[in-house]
């Protein structure tokens, strides 16, 4: 069977949900694959930045889950015991200023009904691609398995929304140059019940010498911690039992001792995710182009990879959309260009939240005495200048707003 569309969307992550819905809001013809049946994920992201909730407004699908969200006021850093630091968003001036918790899945199906709504966006799921269709040196669309057989989806452009392990970046040979980084750790993420001491509004970051984890709220009233430990230990931790990871939770947080005994019975709890970072070196190339995790892959610090493929759909949809309009003897030149600027765009945007990552990662991991007391130094003056404060995390959390009055309401504000 062949299908004819204009853009084949290969991923139906936050990127490529979102990457369809903005171009069928823009007339256009979307055909989506998703190798997975019910987009069944092992990890998935829950946490959106300011600007990630901004985006969605812009997508129209923020007031479809608003109800489903669970909005922070602040962050909280621990080191050695010792609160260093505690950011409020309500002091930040923007529009959007609060990050939010939101289940993937709810995430994924407003973005999908609000797709189908408008029209025009064909999905296949479970699809796995397992070619892709080249004329003339340029990809012209995908081959793909499904359930009723193998289907070819001729398209205009086609685009790569599949994730850090992308088939369609090896397909089209765009993993050529591309510098992965491993970084110094793994994390072993893992929900708990939610201590009744805890503030539910806050994101808490706990530092012991070199160890250190991620405490925060999520949407069905559980704890999502996420455990760092040293790059390809598990196996030794394992060996040591169920104990060693209790042990390892209660260096960190001790007030949690009896969650961590109720919630994690054993290691099948858990969930391992390699962290490392991925710098892919061109993103298009002739009718193809990839976007988030596939382009460029970020670590958990501050919840950036979901945040930043909806920035890249919601960049490149306009691109492409215009790109469509040029005659048929020009379109695939167009659409050439567009690609080009759409990495040209973003690229920055990704550069800026890598380093604010690295930097944090190098920070949580300093172990000797000298150098741990510095990092408590430096979380110290963070916390006593709201001025920089703004310099350090606006980057990450609000890239694509600009300051309003302090005295503004914030938008979830003038809704109530």
């Given at each position: 069977?062949?299908?004819?569309?204009?853009?084949?969307?290969?991923?139906?992550?936050?990127?490529?949900?979102?990457?369809?819905?903005?171009?069928?809001?823009?007339?256009?013809?979307?055909?989506?694959?998703?190798?997975?049946?019910?987009?069944?994920?092992?990890?998935?992201?829950?946490?959106?930045?300011?600007?990630?909730?901004?985006?969605?407004?812009?997508?129209?699908?923020?007031?479809?889950?608003?109800?489903?969200?669970?909005?922070?006021?602040r962050l909280e850093i621990a080191d050695g015991g010792?609160?260093?630091?505690?950011?409020?968003?309500?002091?930040?001036?923007?529009a959007y200023r609060h990050p939010v918790e939101l289940?993937?899945?709810?995430?994924?199906?407003?973005?999908?009904?609000?797709?189908?709504?408008?029209?025009?966006?064909?999905?296949?799921?479970?699809?796995?691609?397992?070619?892709?269709?080249?004329?003339?040196?340029?990809?012209?669309?995908?081959?793909?398995?499904?359930?009723?057989?193998?289907?070819?989806?001729?398209?205009?452009?086609?685009?790569?929304?599949?994730?850090?392990?992308?088939?369609?970046?090896?397909?089209?040979?765009?993993?050529?140059?591309?510098?992965?980084?491993?970084?110094?750790?793994?994390?072993?993420?893992?929900?708990?019940?939610?201590?009744?001491?805890?503030?539910?509004?806050?994101?808490?970051?706990?530092?012991?010498?070199?160890?250190?984890?991620?405490?925060?709220?999520?949407?069905?009233?559980?704890?999502?911690?996420?455990?760092?430990?040293?790059?390809?230990?598990?196996?030794?931790?394992?060996?040591?039992?169920?104990?060693?990871?209790?042990?390892?939770?209660?260096?960190?947080?001790?007030?949690?001792?009896?969650?961590?005994?109720?919630?994690?019975?054993?290691?099948?709890?858990?969930?391992?995710?390699?962290?490392?970072?991925?710098?892919?070196?061109?993103?298009?190339?002739?009718?193809?182009?990839?976007?988030?995790?596939?382009?460029?892959?970020?670590?958990?610090?501050?919840?950036?990879?979901?945040?930043?493929?909806?920035?890249?759909?919601?960049?490149?949809?306009?691109?492409?959309?215009?790109?469509?309009?040029?005659?048929?003897?020009?379109?695939?030149?167009?659409?050439?260009?567009?690609?080009?600027?759409?990495?040209?765009?973003?690229?920055?945007?990704?550069?800026?939240?890598?380093?604010?990552?690295?930097?944090?990662?190098?920070?949580?991991?300093?172990?000797?005495?000298?150098?741990?007391?510095?990092?408590?130094?430096?979380?110290?003056?963070?916390?006593?200048?709201?001025?920089?404060?703004?310099?350090?995390?606006?980057?990450?959390?609000?890239?694509?707003?600009?300051?309003?009055?302090?005295?503004?309401?914030?938008?979830?504000?003038?809704?109530?």
């Amino acid at each position: 069977m062949t299908i004819r569309t204009e853009v084949c969307v290969v991923g139906g992550g936050p990127g490529g949900r979102a990457l369809a819905l903005a171009l069928v809001r823009r007339g256009r013809q979307v055909v989506l694959l998703e190798q997975r049946a019910g987009a069944a994920r092992a990890f998935r992201g829950e946490s959106l930045s300011p600007d990630g909730v901004r985006l969605l407004a812009g997508l129209g699908v923020l007031d479809r889950v608003r109800e489903h969200t669970h909005e922070v006021h602040r962050l909280e850093i621990a080191d050695g015991g010792r609160h260093v630091l505690d950011v409020h968003f309500d002091a930040f001036p923007y529009a959007y200023r609060h990050p939010v918790e939101l289940a993937q899945p709810v995430l994924l199906a407003a973005l999908a009904r609000a797709a189908d709504e408008h029209g025009g966006c064909t999905v296949l799921e479970p699809a796995s691609p397992t070619a892709l269709l080249i004329e003339r040196g340029a990809v012209r669309g995908v081959r793909a398995r499904t359930p009723e057989g193998i289907v070819e989806i001729r398209a205009d452009m086609t685009v790569g929304a599949d994730g850090r392990y992308s088939s369609v970046r090896r397909l089209a040979g765009l993993g050529h140059g591309t510098v992965r980084t491993p970084l110094e750790r793994d994390v072993i993420w893992l929900k708990l019940p939610f201590p009744a001491a805890w503030d539910r509004r806050a994101y808490r970051v706990r530092i012991s010498a070199g160890r250190h984890g991620l405490f925060l709220p999520s949407t069905d009233g559980t704890l999502r911690v996420g455990l760092n430990i040293p790059k390809g230990a598990l196996r030794e931790l394992r060996s040591g039992g169920i104990g060693q990871l209790h042990a390892r939770l209660a260096e960190l947080a001790p007030e949690l001792e009896r969650e961590a005994a109720e919630g994690i019975r054993s290691w099948s709890d858990t969930h391992l995710l390699d962290i490392f970072t991925t710098e892919v070196r061109r993103w298009s190339a002739p009718g193809i182009v990839l976007i988030g995790d596939a382009a460029h892959t970020l670590s958990p610090i501050l919840g950036q990879g979901v945040n930043h493929a909806l920035a890249d759909a919601v960049a490149l949809a306009p691109l492409i959309a215009c790109a469509l309009e040029a005659p048929r003897s020009g379109r695939q030149p167009a659409l050439g260009a567009a690609a080009l600027a759409f990495q040209r765009d973003r690229e920055s945007a990704v550069r800026r939240s890598r380093r604010l990552q690295l930097r944090q990662e190098r920070m949580f991991t300093l172990s000797a005495p000298p150098a741990t007391a510095l990092r408590r130094t430096i979380y110290r003056a963070l916390n006593t200048s709201p001025a920089l404060q703004r310099r350090v995390f606006a980057p990450a959390y609000f890239p694509g707003q600009r300051p309003e009055p302090a005295d503004r309401p914030t938008r979830t504000e003038q809704r109530t």
